[in-house]
Each structure stands twice: as C-alpha cells, then as structure tokens.
C-alpha cells in the first residue's frame, strides 16, 4: 500500500478503529499490544520514559514536560491521544508533529511490518506501538506517553523498565463504565501504570486515592515522591500568569517533574528566561483562543465536571464578569447531567450540537435535546438545539456576544476546526 497524504494515512487507519469497540474494557489490552511490541523488537525497552496518567490534565502535562526537557537540549519524543487537528500530534519529535510526507511514509513501512501478526491491533494499539517505533528509530533522549484511558490495561502501560518515571495528574470521574465507579477503583487504574522501582511524581490528593496509591507504590518498591501546588509556586521564580489558572497548576507538575530529573543528574539546569519560554508552549483544544470575524473564540475540549470546573474558574480569571455565548456537543457516556448546569450559570446562550467521527473509539454525541432540556432548567438561559454542527457555529457567530466559548469535546474540535476552517481564518 502506497500512502502520499494524510488523507490516505487516515483511510490506511480506518479499518483498526472498530477492534477499540470491540476490545475496550475486557482487560485484553496489554496481551494483545505484547506480540506487537515483540515483532517490532519491543523498541520501549531501550528508551526512557516519562509515563503519564490521570483523569484531567495529562495531555497538557505531558506538552510542558516534552517542552521543559527539551529546553535542556535533549531530543524528546511526545504521543498524545486523542488528536485535535491531525493525526500526526500522536507522534511528536522536539515539539512539533512528524512532518506529513515523513508520517506517511513511516507509516507505509510499519503497516508492511505488522501484516504478519496474527491478530490486527485496534487503533490506538497501533498509533502507540507506532510512535514509540519512529521514537527508537529517531534516537530521542526521552519519550513523553499520555495513557490512553486509565493505566493498568492501558496499551502505553508495555512500557516497564525500571527507571520510568510516572507522573499521576488530578483523579477524577471519567470512563467510569471502565474505570469503575467510585474514586479508589478509579486511582487502582491510574496508579498501574507503576512498576517495580519506578518513581512516582504527583500531587497529593484525597486520603481515598492517597490511600490506594501507598498500597500500590509498596507493593511494586516503587518510590513517591508528593508535592502540592501551594509548594510548586512558592519554589517557583516566574510569572505564571500568562497561563490560564488550571494550566499553571499543569505547568507546575510538569517542572516538578523536570526537577527531579534534573536532580538525577540527567538534565541541565534551566534559566528562568528559559523556563518563561515553556510556558508558550501550544496545546490544542486546551483554552485555545482565537480571533475570528471580531469574536475572541475560545476552544476548551473540557467533558467531566472536574475538567469544566477546572475550565470556568480559569474563564472568570481571565474574562471576569463576561457572559459568552456557548456552542457544546457532549460524547454519549459522558455526565451531562453534571456539566451542562455548571456551563449554564456561566454563560448568556447556549447552542447544544452534534458531532460524529471516530479515533481510539467510533465517537457519538449526545442526543442535543437531551442536552439542551438540562441547560433549560436554568432560568434565563436562551438556549437553541441544532443537529447540523455546521448551523450552530454560523448561529454562534451570529450571536450579539463578543466571547464565545466551544467546549464539551475534543471530537467537535477537531472537526469544527477542520470543516469550518476556524484555525484558517483567525
């Protein structure tokens, strides 16, 4: 199979994507991905990893950290899922994505590699296996991994030398017809992704996840260290108010992790100046801002209430005061029923839509009236149902409010942004 585009990249894709139906939840992930790895040489053995897991903040976590340890003139690989504007962001070298022509024609090549295994792997089975292959064959000094869902079964979780380090962000509800149902199920999930003398870094948090993560650390004579936010910005010599508040507390995370790996004595000390830099660092869908015909858009993939919490307090820091207007599509699964009222008190109207595409999983949004009944309950709220993503985005941009925010998912991003070109015109 020959592959030229991006275009052709993501129809050679396609056919892995309905085995994550299929597969997730049924505790088959590591045994599946194991003969894969195997036949590819298992290229995780030879690099050294930084492993992130959490329910809110991974995804950003894992950019400063990839940009912090780049700072310090090392090669870095980062894999993030899912993706917002191209496929290419699940294999990053040195802060950008694998140019398209070198993404398609590594691809060729490992699609050839991988016909001989006697069962074909899912679709984030695969970009995984994938990225952690071109990191190997590009020589990085370290690779940055986002789990994919949870830790334990995650795919990125083959990944077990014993100088990993794991970095846990804030644990929260999410997947929880996966995951589990309640706080310590859902931490026993996160926390698997450490194995034997790994070291642990993360922010204490409730004494029922603290709980599970000292029985779990013990059992593996991994090593915890614990450190909390008040503690990373009082050590902390920058300004960080360039960042929204909950990214700050990410960015904090992130140079907790580059300190201690600073302290191992494997990388050089960063200026201050330096430091300032990382702080631009770029992350799709997370209050991303733009500025299209007069309108500041903001662009937050925020789809659990810890993440929409976290979202509006960082709103009102920086647009105090303002009501916006407000374009959603939530994922089926997700608990609408505790997003929708917080979104609701903040915002002047809301357009509830639709979206439908597939990544790791084929993605569905909720029924919009189901979603809009709930935004009506609050009193006052001006709020339209629209199936078409297309009229909505038109509707939000006709609306009298300067501000607007698109939130719920980081699948109505991604394709908003590529049909309505949003990135393009701003």
Not at 63 to 86: C, E, I, N, Q, W
Request: glycine fraction near 6%.
């Amino acid at each position: 199979m020959s592959i030229r585009t991006i275009a052709e990249a993501e129809a050679a894709l396609l056919p892995y994507v309905p085995l994550v139906a299929q597969l997730t939840g049924k505790g088959t992930t590591l045994e599946r991905i194991k003969p894969l790895m195997k036949l590819l040489g298992d290229p995780q053995d030879r690099l050294r990893i930084v492993h992130i897991a959490g329910t809110s903040g991974k995804t950003s976590t894992a950019y400063f950290t990839a940009a912090l340890v780049r700072a310090t003139g090392k090669k870095v690989g980062l894999t993030v899922s899912p993706h917002v504007d191209s496929v290419t962001e699940r294999v990053q070298i040195n802060g950008s994505p694998l140019p398209d022509h070198e993404f398609c024609k590594e691809l060729e090549t490992f699609l050839e590699i991988i016909q001989s295994l006697p069962q074909p792997p899912s679709y984030f089975e695969l970009l995984y296996s994938f990225a952690i292959w071109v990191f190997e064959r590009q020589g990085v000094d370290y690779a940055v991994i986002e789990t994919g869902m949870g830790g334990l079964l995650d795919a990125t979780n083959v990944a077990d030398r014993a100088d990993k380090v794991c970095v846990i962000t804030d644990i929260g509800f999410d997947h929880m017809h996966i995951l589990g149902y309640t706080l310590p199920e859902i931490a026993a999930q996160k926390i698997g992704i450490v194995h034997k003398n790994n070291v642990v870094l993360m922010y204490e948090q409730a004494n029922e996840i603290m709980q599970v993560v000292y029985n779990w650390v013990a059992k593996q004579q991994a090593t915890l260290n614990l450190t909390t936010e008040t503690a990373e910005r009082t050590a902390c010599a920058i300004d960080l108010t360039v960042l929204p508040l909950y990214q700050q507390r990410n960015w904090l995370l992130a140079y907790y992790v580059y300190k201690y790996l600073e302290n191992r004595g494997t990388l050089l000390h960063l200026t201050r100046q330096v430091l300032q830099q990382t702080l631009h660092t770029r992350i799709p869908g997370r209050m991303d801002t733009v500025r299209v015909r007069a309108k500041t858009i903001i662009m937050d993939g925020a789809h659990n209430e810890q993440k929409t919490a976290a979202f509006i307090t960082s709103f009102r820091q920086l647009y105090p005061g303002v009501k916006p207007a407000i374009m959603i599509a939530l994922k089926q699964g997700k608990e609408y029923q505790a997003v929708a009222p917080q979104l609701a008190t903040l915002a002047a109207r809301v357009f509830v839509t639709t979206f439908n595409t597939s990544q790791d999983l084929p993605a569905r949004s909720i029924d919009p009236q189901v979603l809009a009944k709930v935004f009506r309950r609050q009193a006052g709220l001006q709020v339209e149902s629209m199936a078409d993503q297309h009229i909505a985005f038109q509707a939000l941009l006709a609306a009298p409010e300067t501000v607007c925010i698109i939130t719920g998912s980081f699948y109505l991003l991604s394709q908003l942004r590529k049909n309505e070109r949003i990135l393009a015109e701003a």
